[in-house]
């Protein structure tokens, strides 16, 4: 069709360059307040560095034995267990029974990939339309990363083989000091 506009593509140059963006713990605390229903979901993330695909799959009979949390295995296999997690797992248990998936619809069934997707970008939205900037789910390792006492540290957190992962995608500047995103 000759009048269609051709969809903005991203230039050449720039492909492959990490993204830059660390959202600030102002920023998460705003997306948390228009989006209750993922704030135990964001804390658990900027508190630990886990990936997606751990966060979703942690089953509380499994991973948790009522003090340290045991996430599934990181996809560099690395085990990393997680003492400051305590808190944000209570908060959760608050409100359901301490078995199953952590996170899960309202009717106790573990979110899908393709579910959280949409719930994310439903919520995402939101925090768009109330004047929030953008960022994708899996910026909020780089807050964690961006947090994290040292290299090495910031590198066991979020199960990296190789400093250099950690380095180059992650430690990009350091924002405000860490906050704990519990209510």
């Known amino acids: 069709y000759p009048n269609e506009r051709k969809a903005e593509r991203t230039p050449l140059s720039l492909r492959g360059r990490p993204r830059q963006r660390v959202p600030t713990f102002e920023e998460l605390e705003q997306f948390c307040s228009l989006n209750p229903h993922l704030r135990s979901y964001v804390a658990l993330k900027a508190a630990t560095g886990l990936r997606k695909g751990q966060l979703l799959s942690i089953n509380l009979s499994e991973h948790w034995d009522g003090e340290i949390l045991h996430p599934p295995t990181s996809k560099g296999g690395k085990d990393t267990q997680y003492l400051g997690a305590r808190p944000i797992i209570q908060n959760i248990l608050k409100k359901r029974m301490p078995v199953g998936p952590l996170f899960c619809s309202s009717r106790g069934v573990a979110y ?63 924002p405000e000091t860490v906050r704990v995103l519990i209510n």
């Open 112 to 174: 899908s990939k393709s579910g959280f997707a949409s719930l994310w970008r439903r919520a995402m939205d939101r925090f768009i339309k109330e004047g929030g900037t953008k960022f994708n789910e899996h910026d909020i390792r780089k807050t964690v990363a961006n947090e994290a006492d040292n290299l090495e540290h910031a590198q066991r957190l979020l199960g990296h083989q190789d400093a250099k992962t950690t380095s180059s995608t992650y430690r990009i500047g350091r």
